[in-house]
C-alpha cells in the first residue's frame, strides 16, 4: 500500500538557520503530496502542498518541490523562528484514497 | 480556521465506558474522515463518509467503534467500552468538492484511565 517515510526528529536548530526535513513516498500512480504542521494541543493545519511534478508548494517562507524521479518532496525554509517550532507531518492523497501521512518530525528552534 | 469543529475538546472516562466524540464540518465538506492520532505518531485512517455513505473503514476501527454521518453534515464516533488502548487524539477532517485538501478540527482527547 501507500506509504510515506520522513526524517526522524527531533531536529534543534537555532533561530535562522536552514531547514530540511526529508520525505519520500510510495504510490501507484500520481498522488498529490502535502505538507501538515501541528503545533502543541492543536489539530493539524495544511502548511503546503503540490498536486503533480514538479510542482512547488510555498507558504509562509516554506517550500516544497514534487520530484518524482526521486518520489520525495523534502519541506524547506531558508530562515527558521522559534515560532516555527512544531512537528511536520508529510502526507499523499492517491486520487480519493484516504491521506497516508507519515510519522512525524518535531522541530525545536531556540532563540 | 478550517471551519472544522469538534466536541468535546477532552473526554476523559473510565475503563469500559461509552464515548462519543462529534464533528462539525463546514458544509462544502461532502467528505468527511476520521482519524486517531497517539503520541509521537501521525494520524492513522479509521473511516470516511461521501455524504451520508461510510465508503471506507480501516481495519483499526474494531466492533467497539461505530460512526455515522445521518444527514451527511455533522458526524459521530461512538467508542463502546472503552480500553486504555482507545486513549489517542481523534480528529475529524473535512474535504471539500473543489481541490484535494481535507482540513482538520482541532481534536478530541480521550484518555481512559
Known amino acids: 500500500g501507500d506509504s510515506v517515510t520522513q526524517m526522524e526528529g527531533p531536529v534543534t536548530l537555532s533561530e535562522e538557520a536552514f531547514l530540511t526535513i526529508n520525505c519520500t513516498y510510495t504510490?501507484?500512480?500520481?498522488?498529490?503530496l502535502f505538507w501538515y504542521v501541528q503545533y502543541p494541543g492543536e489539530g493539524l493545519q495544511l502548511l503546503l502542498k503540490a498536486t503533480k511534478a514538479d510542482d512547488k508548494g510555498s507558504n509562509k517562507g516554506f517550500e516544497a518541490t514534487y520530484r518524482k524521479e526521486t518520489t520525495s518532496f523534502h519541506l524547506e525554509k531558508g530562515s527558521v523562528q522559534v515560532s516555527d517550532s512544531a512537528v511536520y507531518f508529510c502526507?499523499?492523497?492517491?486520487?480519493?484514497?484516504?491521506?497516508?501521512f507519515g510519522p512525524g518530525t518535531r522541530l525545536s528552534v531556540l532563540p | 480556521d478550517t471551519g472544522v469543529s469538534q466536541d468535546p475538546r477532552h473526554k476523559i472516562t473510565k475503563r469500559g465506558q461509552n464515548v462519543t466524540f462529534r464533528c462539525d464540518p463546514i458544509s462544502e465538506h461532502n467528505r468527511l474522515y476520521w482519524y486517531r492520532q497517539t503520541l509521537g505518531q501521525g494520524p492513522e485512517f479509521l473511516t470516511y463518509f461521501q455524504n451520508e455513505a461510510q465508503l471506507e473503514k480501516s481495519r483499526l476501527l474494531s466492533d467497539r467503534f461505530s460512526a455515522e454521518r445521518p444527514k451527511g453534515s455533522f458526524s459521530t464516533l461512538e467508542i463502546q467500552r472503552t480500553e486504555q488502548g482507545d486513549s489517542a487524539m481523534y480528529l475529524c477532517?473535512?474535504?471539500?468538492?473543489?481541490?484535494?485538501?481535507?482540513?482538520f478540527g482541532e481534536g478530541s482527547w480521550l484518555t481512559v484511565v
Open positions: 504510490a501507484t500512480g500520481y498522488p498529490s
Open positions: 502526507a499523499l492523497d492517491n486520487y480519493g484514497q484516504n491521506f497516508v
Open positions: 477532517a473535512g474535504h471539500g468538492t473543489l481541490g484535494n485538501t481535507i482540513y
